[in-house]
């Protein structure tokens, strides 16, 4: 049960990241880092948790579309997001591998094991977000 919410917290970290979020050094009462995101400092368990929640709020009040108008919507917005996506992924891709290559070139001359095992683990996680974005 823990590893599971665990699991959900380095996913939501992974999702701000991809969306272009700067991790800073300090960190939530939850534990988690705090980043920055769109101009404002935010947890990205917390206040993404509190948001999802008021959507979900909102989405019930709203009133259904007529078809054929919803229909059109949707395809342009799907459209526009897998654009977007595609942009934002090749983009996020290739500032990721850049970082891992300069982490593995900074590991040859590494004397510090804390440190060389800090890049390690950069390295790694790193590697699981590219994977994220390729899946």
């Not at 996506?85 to 290739?94: E, M």
């Not at 590494?110 to 994220?132: N, P, S, V, Y």
């Amino acid at each position: 049960m823990v590893e599971k919410d665990s699991d959900d917290k380095i996913q939501k970290i992974t999702k701000l990241l991809e969306k272009g979020g700067t991790m800073l050094a300090t960190h939530h009462e939850c534990g988690a880092p705090m980043f920055r995101y769109q101009g404002k400092i935010v947890c990205p368990v917390c206040d993404f948790q509190e948001k999802k929640q008021i959507i979900e709020e909102t989405g019930k009040t709203e009133k259904p579309q007529t078809g054929q108008k919803k229909k059109e919507q949707n395809i342009s917005s799907k459209t526009e997001s897998q654009s977007l996506r595609s942009f934002d992924a090749t983009a996020i891709s290739n500032l990721i591998m850049s970082k891992v290559r300069e982490l593995a070139v900074s590991l040859e001359t590494e004397a510090d094991l804390g440190r060389t095992r800090d890049k390690m683990e950069c390295i790694e996680q790193g590697l699981k977000i590219l994977k994220l974005l390729q899946d």
